[in-house]
């Protein structure tokens, strides 16, 4: 789905947003530090649209996800949706609105609970529908993301990962929502299922006419269902763009990293080139000054990067990005090793852990 930024609806609406979690020790729990896994994102999210949010583990895309929801209290900052602001809004129409589907689906669910009373559970609590109406409708909605009318009297141990992942989406759909988060909905899953449950949400977003935000690490899930992607670093958004112009001409390092590091299938022993950084991931309890990822950067320039924090700015319609230098199109980065002859990929140290 294309959009005119000129035109499209933003449905979610967020500036500004922090999360910090405190760090306390001793008798009187006295916070000392704390750590800032969101820190000062700005993101839009358009009405129809399945926007990415990629990045390593631990840069803060589930904590991102779960103050979206208000699942937890967003430290500083605002997100509005559809214009009003979440925590003005109730419980009961905040959940009506907006759902989640977890990444460990089993873990979502009561074992001592049958799918009929899982997916079911939203309908009663808000008084929808009960007795042979709730049966029909649980019915119903396990029949749109291809379960049999049989399953809705089984535990969640009877099924499979997939099985459990739409069991989970079917919950999530009960409500009739306009905005579903799914996160990292297809990690737990054999490539072969992760491709059913990838065209099923294509399904179901076509007919609902849902906005999605895809948590994920999987790049290449990414390039298949997504419009946009925003990349995180350490707790900030380092860019933005719609995902052909992403992965056709990456603008930050960062991103650069990220991409080189897809999986490339060949018949062939070739030698690919591939980004290495140096260093850890700093910890987000002490971040660097200046630009977070200058540390680990190959083209950080001291007395700049390691200084003066980039601003997330245009670089082009609809791409943005937050760095000093970024790199334009066809432009690269240095790496490990010789350029003429690069080292073999057995010898070739993971560049970047998602």
């Known amino acids: 789905m294309t959009h005119d930024s000129k035109t499209d609806e933003i449905l979610l609406d967020i500036k500004g947003l922090r999360k910090w979690f405190p760090i306390k020790s001793g008798m009187l729990t006295t916070v ?11 993101l ?10 990629v990045g390593e583990s631990g840069c803060g895309k589930t904590t991102l996800g779960r103050v979206i929801l208000g699942l937890i209290p967003m430290t500083e900052g605002s997100v509005h949706y559809d214009g009003e602001d979440i925590r003005m809004m109730t419980n009961r129409d905040l959940r009506r609105r907006l759902q989640i ?17 899982i997916v079911g ?29 049989d399953h809705m009297n089984r535990f969640p141990h009877e099924f499979s990962g997939g099985q459990k992942q739409r069991i989970a989406l079917a919950r999530a759909l009960s409500l009739d929502p306009e905005f579903i988060l799914l996160d990292e909905p297809t ?26 935000v895809f948590i994920t690490h999987a790049l290449n899930v990414v390039n298949h269902v997504c419009e946009r992607v925003a990349v995180m670093y350490l707790g900030k958004i380092v860019e933005i763009a719609n995902t052909k112009d992403l ?14 590091a897809i999986p490339e299938p060949s018949l062939d022993k070739v030698a690919r080139r591939r980004i290495v950084l140096s260093g850890d991931v700093p910890s987000p309890a002490n971040p660097p000054p200046g630009c977070r990822f200058h540390t680990r950067c190959p083209i950080a320039e001291e007395g700049l990067c390691d200084v003066e924090e980039p601003k997330l700015e245009s670089i082009g319609e ?17 790496i490990l090793g010789d350029d003429q002859n690069p080292p073999e990929d057995d010898d070739m140290p993971n560049t970047v852990l998602l």
């Not at 000392?32 to 700005?42: F, N």
């Not at 990444?103 to 979502?108: H, I, N, R, V």
């Not at 992965?247 to 080189?260: E, G, I, N, R, V």
């Not at 609809?318 to 240095?334: E, I, R």
Request: proline share 6%; with cysteine; net charge neutral.
């Open 32 to 42: 000392k530090s704390y750590v800032r896994a969101v820190d000062g994102v700005d």
């Open 318 to 334: 609809g791409h943005s990005v937050a760095c000093h230098f970024p790199l334009g199109p066809g432009m690269t980065l240095p």
């Open 187 to 212: 990690s737990a899953l054999d490539v072969s299922v992760q491709a059913q449950v990838l065209n099923l949400l294509e399904e179901i977003q076509s007919k609902r006419d849902l906005t999605f």
């Open 44 to 53: 839009q999210v358009i009405r129809g649209e399945t926007l990415g949010i």
């Open 247 to 260: 992965f056709s001409k990456p603008a930050h390092p960062y991103t650069h990293a990220l991409m080189s």
């Open 101 to 117: 589907v977890f990444q460990d689906p089993g873990g979502s669910m009561n074992p001592r609970m049958s799918v009929r009373s």
């Open 121 to 149: 559970e939203p309908l009663t609590v808000n008084g929808i529908a009960e007795g042979a109406e709730l049966t029909q409708r649980v019915a119903d909605l396990l029949a749109s993301v291809g379960l049999k009318r």
